[in-house]
């Protein structure tokens, strides 16, 4: 069965599951890079190297902004060529992309070290987390064209119909970070060093996996050197696809620098170093989440397009049911452990697993509803309302949260700073309930007209 009729006739649950596993599993092994270096720096440097690294955050956020903003666009534009059968037109964009990836990165690095000591102070390091930041971001930034390369054309791998290969890809990364952490951290007594170097020498890696794929490899699509001299209509139609995303991830590097200010004003170092930990952890329930509602994109998509509401409907019902099942979960297992969860990354500073428990326990309270916020955001973006999936997005990440964070820890002191998230999570999810519940009277009420 061709993927067309697949997606028209294949049964709702079955096209989810075949859909969202691999990208599920993408998406975790993706969140492990930033678990497995707070915990291998909590354990073996500690608390204030932890803290040091959170500093950085935004700035990790910004490189992989980049390789969102090629990749996701690129992938993109290369699926609606692929779909017109212009082979030689996708392989134009896939040197295009690798071109953009390359200075962009490039133009990052430079800019990124030569500004990087007020950076780190506008990102809230202190005199005691700012050697730390530093060592950890400048190996970061110096790497940045040889982590994205990799970043930047997975997505390219998933789109030319390769999503085992993608996942691969990412697992090798991940599974060499494991590795390399432990070793440059506790054995060559690297510091905070040692947890960037492993970053980047796992993600290079997978660049030059990625690069033997479409150069050597039995990839559909080929990277050539004919294709890599930019053109104007290629790299316009990438960055317009790839904005969204690539903005999502500037917002979160603006909540992580409100989130880092009022941290050390009502906390501290400490309190930086425990929001790492929930920001990592929050993210890895998050990531199954994310590829649940990647896995039913394309069904919804298709059958919008051909009419079937029916299709639709179950869809958004399967996936919302799916994922607010990881989002409750979640809730319930940071609700009872965790105390737990947080010492998994340091054993022995008491007040750092006192304030993050507490931390987690309050920012994830009302974690239940987020799948729910999740799904109905993504039915957006999937039947082309990309303005309504943007605002619900911004709106738990931006709109809601920011506000928050800077008014409620004037009344509740640190704890306000937990509980914007929690009434932030919970306020969206309302707000995307009733869009969703609009959309679909909506809908009805066309179709009663037109038929």
Not at 143 to 169: C, D, H, I, W, Y
Not at 207 to 230: C, E, H
Not at 388 to 403: E, K, T
Request: glycine share 8%.
């Amino acid at each position: 069965m061709d993927s067309s009729k697949e997606l028209a006739n294949e049964k709702i649950g079955k096209l989810l599951l075949k859909f969202s596993i691999p990208a599920v599993i993408g998406m975790l092994v993706n969140a492990m890079y930033s678990v497995v270096d707070r915990i291998f720096v909590g354990r073996g440097v500690g608390s204030l190297a932890l803290s040091g690294v959170a500093i950085t955050f935004p700035i990790t956020n910004v490189i992989m902004a980049i390789g969102m903003l090629v990749g996701t666009g690129a992938a993109a534009v290369i699926s609606i060529k692929l779909g017109k059968k212009d082979k030689n037109g996708a392989e134009k964009v896939i040197g295009n992309a690798y071109t953009m990836t390359v200075i962009l990165s490039i133009l990052l690095s430079i800019l990124g070290i030569i500004f990087l000591n007020p950076i780190l102070k506008l990102l809230g390091a202190s005199s005691e987390t700012f050697i730390y930041a530093k060592q950890f971001a400048i190996i970061l930034l110096a790497g940045a064209v040889l982590q994205n390369v990799g970043f930047g054309l997975n997505p390219l791998m998933r789109s030319e119909g390769a999503p085992k290969m993608a996942m691969l890809t990412m697992l090798i990364g991940a599974i060499l970070n494991v590795m390399i952490n432990p070793l440059l951290i506790f054995v060559f007594k690297f510091g905070v060093r040692g947890s960037a170097f492993a970053t980047v020498i796992s993600q290079t890696v997978c660049s030059v996996w990625i690069l033997l794929y479409f150069t050597r490899g039995k990839s559909l699509l080929k990277l050539r050197r004919k294709n890599m001299k930019l053109k104007k209509v290629i790299v316009r139609e990438i960055i317009a696809i790839g904005m969204s995303p690539f903005a999502m991830q500037i917002a979160a590097s603006i909540v992580t620098i409100a989130f880092n200010t009022t941290l050390k004003r009502y906390g501290g170092d400490l309190a930086i170093a425990a929001y790492s930990l929930i920001t990592s952890i929050t993210v890895l329930i998050l990531m199954p989440l994310i590829g649940i509602n990647q896995g039913a994109q394309p069904i919804i998509g298709y059958n919008y397009g051909a009419k079937d509401m029916i299709r639709v409907k179950k869809t958004l019902v399967y996936a919302t049911i799916a994922a607010s099942c990881v989002s409750i979960i979640g809730f319930i297992l940071v609700q009872l452990f965790a105390t737990q969860i947080i010492s998994i990354f340091n054993t022995s500073d008491t007040r750092l697993i006192s304030i993050g428990s507490n931390g987690l326990s309050i920012y994830l309270k009302m974690f239940a509803f987020v799948g729910m916020q999740a799904s109905f955001s993504n039915y957006f973006q999937s039947i082309g309302k990309a303005k309504h999936s943007m605002f619900l997005s911004l709106s738990r990440q931006i709109i809601l949260l920011i506000p928050l964070v800077l008014i409620l820890p004037n009344f509740f002191g640190l704890n306000g700073v937990w509980i914007a998230g929690a009434v932030s999570d919970i306020t969206s999810a309302l707000v995307a309930a009733i869009f969703i519940v609009v959309e679909m009277k909506n809908n009805s009420q066309v179709k009663s007209l037109t038929s």
